[in-house]
């Protein structure tokens, strides 16, 4: 009964059917709990409910169904800990939970089901503690994936015993420590994902060796020293290293540093002096006088931060010729503080954007320390990088100062949301398609979620919008203007002006109920966002009065009259590729919908948290690329 509209919940009839050997119900709308009964269906084999609504906990009883092959109801709401008695399954093959709210430590019965040899999937969920030693049971098991959860400890060495796995992916938790060399024995590794987590230490040799790597991700972590070459490491494209800023060397596509080489370039040079007193019998004082040398000159480099290290150094004159003298033909945008324009560097005709701050807006100076202060430590692959500050004098004697950023070459996301008449490139070069918006989409949510939860101080972005959203040449999603709200959270708490407590109104997107500042604002926001990227309608629409509004003129289409509200370039996509409105997936847009609507929701304490907007999107795009998607085995 699987991909319909099925409503309601699953019926504790369900288990007068004694002799059920599959039962799948996926991608309905069903809600409410899974029916205790359920445990009577000691011959069933599979059961699929995934992408629904169920809620409350996991019945205890589904640990009878000691038959059960298949377990997936990953995409629910499913609350509580996992039954230890699913270890009682003694035959399942798949088992998916992924993407509810499961909490508690993963039982040692359910981590060491040796029977599991296809995927074993716990991702996006509220898992706590350690993984157990019982993980080396899984020894047939070609996919394991506790990503996005909140286990913590060691990496344990009992990994090396799943000999068979493919995929292994583990980011987004709290795990620490070195990577174990027991690893070395999972040579089938075709992807590998330890990124966004607590691991320190050095990469080990042993990945250059694994032939069938396809796919390695190890960011944000604590890693340090060199960087492979050889292996997977030579594919900048399969390899993922950024937010480890003590790595270095490795192939110039990573663009990162040069090894520090003091210690090398020492050893070097006291074995020359060896050479030069053995075989030609220099005097000792000039043996002195080399290494009295060598310490002046190492006392004379200058020391450098990672920080200068990564920047590049620009001056007033620099970007003054890269932008023409700053020509109106440059000119790119006008933001919160001053202007923006496109650059190219003299130096290596690099492309940049300079935001040249209107001193004459007395927040702007202000805004400018704040954001330097946001910046310096915010590294994401989904937020525009800052590649340096200036703060100096004009030609005229007048302060200055600018932010300089690398250059988005497709623009803004409202250039292709709402081309505007006459633009460059043809009309039907600037339309996204369905999968662009998905991943823009999840792009977003990726740079909220780091900014309210992977940041010291969680920043508010309080303006995002499609101008605000800047394309790569590859069509990633980044989001700019971060640091600024950082002031308007100072001003809200120190100014009782109504200045101050009109903030909750930015740009053109309302920002909620209420003006107090808060992540459920910049939710708010990315709601709205996510439902103008599927209809193509501006929420400042001019039929949006009288007390209709964006989210209400969806909900009001939803879930019968989809058709009717999608962006049309999406109802002619579908056409031109020779299929019918039904097969745009409706139900996934159906889907979507949802999660905006939710998102901006009146009620702030009603909308998701970015965490789950992230796992509920990359669900359904999972869903629709199934047959692609690495860690996905069924």
């Known amino acids: 009964m699987d991909e319909n509209n099925i409503l309601g919940k699953i019926p504790d009839g369900i288990g007068n059917l004694i002799n059920l050997e599959v039962l799948v119900v996926a991608e309905n709308q069903l809600s409410g709990p899974i029916p205790f009964n359920i445990g009577k269906l000691q011959k069933l084999k599979i059961f699929d409910a995934n992408i629904n609504f169920l809620s409350r906990t996991i019945p205890h009883s589904i640990g009878n169904l000691t038959e059960l092959t298949e377990l997936d109801i990953h995409f629910n709401n499913l609350q509580g800990s996992i039954p230890s008695g699913l270890g009682n399954c003694k035959n399942l093959l798949l088992m998916d939970l992924s993407s509810n709210n499961l909490s508690g430590p993963i039982p040692p019965e359910v981590l060491g089901l040796p029977s599991l040899t296809i995927v074993l999937n716990l991702s996006s969920n509220d ?6 030693v019982e993980v080396e049971k899984l020894k047939n098991l070609g996919t394991l994936d506790v990503s ?4 913590s400890g060691l990496l344990p060495k009992n990994l090396g015993s799943c000999v068979s796995l493919e995929k292994l992916f583990l980011e987004g938790n709290l795990f620490e420590g070195p990577i174990p060399s027991s690893l070395s024995s999972l040579r089938g590794l075709e992807a590998l994902d330890l990124s966004d987590n607590n691991i320190s230490g050095r990469i080990p040799e042993f990945l250059v060796r694994f032939g069938a790597l396809k796919y390695l991700n190890l960011s944000f972590n604590d890693l340090e020293g060199l960087i492979p070459s050889e292996g997977v490491f030579k594919n900048a494209r399969a390899t993922f290293v950024e937010g480890n800023s003590k790595l270095c060397g490795g192939v110039p596509e990573l663009h990162l540093s040069r090894c520090n080489s003091k210690t090398s370039a020492s050893t070097s040079l006291k074995l020359k002096i060896t050479i030069i007193v053995v075989s030609s019998g220099v005097t000792l004082v000039f043996s002195i006088f080399l290494i009295i040398w060598f310490r002046k000159k190492k006392e004379q480099k200058p020391t450098t931060t990672h920080v200068e290290n990564s920047l590049l150094q620009l001056s ?6 890269a932008t023409k003298g700053f020509s109106p033909q440059n000119l790119v945008g006008l933001g919160s503080f001053g202007y923006v324009y496109k650059g190219i560097l003299e130096a290596n005709g690099a492309a940049i ?4 701050l209107n001193l004459l807006n007395h927040r702007a100076s202000r805004s400018f320390l704040v954001e330097c202060d946001a910046l310096k430590n915010i590294r994401h692959r989904n937020i525009v990088k800052v590649l340096t500050a200036i703060s100096g004098i004009d030609y005229k004697g007048n302060d200055f100062k600018a932010l300089v950023y690398e250059f988005m070459e497709n623009g803004s996301l409202k250039d292709w949301l709402h081309p505007s008449v006459g633009m460059n490139k043809p009309e039907t070069m600037r339309n996204l398609n369905f999968f662009q918006r998905l991943n823009v989409a999840i792009d977003v949510a990726h740079a909220l979620e780091y900014l309210h939860h992977r940041c010291e101080t969680p920043i508010i972005n309080c303006d995002l919008k499609p101008s605000n959203v800047l394309l790569d040449w590859e069509m990633v999603g980044h989001i700019r203007d971060f640091g600024l709200p950082k002031i308007h959270s100072r001003d809200k708490l120190n100014d009782s002006t109504n200045e101050s407590s009109s903030l ?3 740009g053109t997107i309302e920002y909620g109920t209420g003006s107090e500042l808060s992540t459920n604002g910049d939710v708010y926001s990315y709601g709205i966002l ?8 501006r929420p400042t629409n001019e039929k949006f009065k009288e007390g209709l509004s964006l989210h209400n003129f969806v909900k009001a289409a939803l879930p019968d009259r989809v058709v009717e509200i999608i962006d049309p370039i999406l109802f002619q996509e579908s056409v031109r590729g020779g299929t019918t409105a039904p097969d745009i997936h409706l139900q996934r847009l159906n889907s979507i919908f949802e999660i905006g609507l ?5 009620s702030p304490s009603e909308r998701m948290d970015m965490s789950n907007v992230i796992t509920k999107l ?3 795009r999972d869903k629709l690329l199934r047959p692609a998607r690495l860690h996905r085995g069924i």
Do not use: D
């Not at 007033?316 to 010729?321: A, D, G, M, P, V």
């Not at 954007?353 to 040249?356: E, G, N, S, Y």
């Open 530 to 537: 996510l439902l103008e990227m599927l209809t193509g309608q």
């Open 148 to 151: 996005q959860n909140r286990l």
């Open 598 to 602: 939710t998102c901006s929701t009146e």
């Open 618 to 620: 990359c669900s359904i």
């Open 316 to 321: 007033y004159q620099s970007i003054l010729k």
């Open 127 to 132: 898992l706590t503690g350690e993984l157990s």
């Open 353 to 356: 954007a300079v935001k040249v």
């Open 504 to 506: 909750g109104l930015r």
